[in-house]
């Protein structure tokens, strides 16, 4: 059974920094590209950043590059998300996921974690 978990999302201020952790199982990380995603409150998901399958990584929002990074440690099953210098728009639900494709669409990943919510906050 394919399961991907998020976990690591919290309140974090301004300027900060927070790591978000994707563990996966069910199946071999070493074969498949995994993408975050974020879901603003009364806004459309959103792609965010991805790697893939043989560690490249891919920023596929304009806004978040150069703040943002992600890796993976295929012997642990997980994959991360580093964010640094956050910003109040940052604030949401963030979601991996495994795709075919490191693409924005989120029609190219089939499945997905439940989420963790992210709040930037003074």
């Known amino acids: 059974q394919v399961q991907l978990v998020e976990s690591g999302g919290g309140l974090v201020q301004p300027g900060g920094s927070l790591r978000l952790s994707c563990a996966t199982s069910?199946?071999?990380?070493?074969?498949?590209?995994i993408g975050w995603f974020r879901q603003a409150p009364g806004k459309e998901r959103e792609a965010v950043i991805c790697?893939?399958?043989?560690?490249?990584?891919?920023t596929l929002e304009a806004s978040v590059e150069g703040r943002f990074s992600i890796s993976r440690d295929n012997t642990r099953n997980k994959v991360f998300l580093q964010m640094n210098d956050v910003k109040l728009e940052d604030t949401g639900i963030y979601y991996c996921?495994?795709?075919?494709?490191?693409?924005?669409?989120?029609?190219?990943?089939?499945?997905w974690g439940q989420g963790t919510p992210v709040t930037v906050s003074s």
């Open positions: 996921a495994r795709g075919r494709l490191c693409r924005a669409s989120p029609e190219a990943y089939t499945y």
């Open positions: 790697i893939t399958y043989n560690g490249l990584s891919r």
């Open positions: 069910g199946f071999s990380l070493d074969y498949y590209n």
